[in-house]
Nanobody, 129 residues
């Protein structure tokens, strides 16, 4: 069974940076992927998506210009570089992956979590003021 494993979370002060990674247990090139986040008591929200080849990226308005999603299919790893972090970015961050061609096509400009069938366990990011 394919597994996703997040790493790189932690605590940082406002204005700081963190880089999250998500390792896929098999060939990552088969999957379109994304990052989501969730705060207790709130719905999970999409942060950024990336296509199978990495040619297309899509971001939530709240993170545009501050976060960058990328992937290295040779290393079966996806990344989320987070700069200029603020307390509002505090959340559990999850990586997600999907292999359905039609859903991956729709995910190019959508943050709908229904495009993805595989999820990591999540990793905490805490930003203090």
């Amino acid at each position: 069974q394919t597994r996703l494993a997040e790493a790189g979370g932690g605590s940082v002060q406002a204005g700081g940076s963190l880089r999250l990674s998500c390792v896929v247990s098999e060939a990552a090139k088969r999957f379109c992927m994304a990052w989501f986040r969730q705060v207790p008591g709130k719905e999970r929200e999409g942060v950024a998506t990336i296509s199978m080849t990495g040619a297309s990226e899509y971001y939530a308005d709240s993170v545009k210009g501050r976060f960058r999603i990328s992937r290295d299919n040779a290393e079966n790893t996806m990344y989320l570089q987070m700069d200029d972090l603020s307390p509002g970015d505090t959340a559990m961050y999850y990586c997600a992956a999907g292999s359905d061609g039609r859903r991956c096509f729709a995910a190019i400009d959508s943050l709908d979590e229904d495009h993805y069938t595989l999820w990591g366990r999540g990793i905490q990011v805490t930003v203090s003021s």
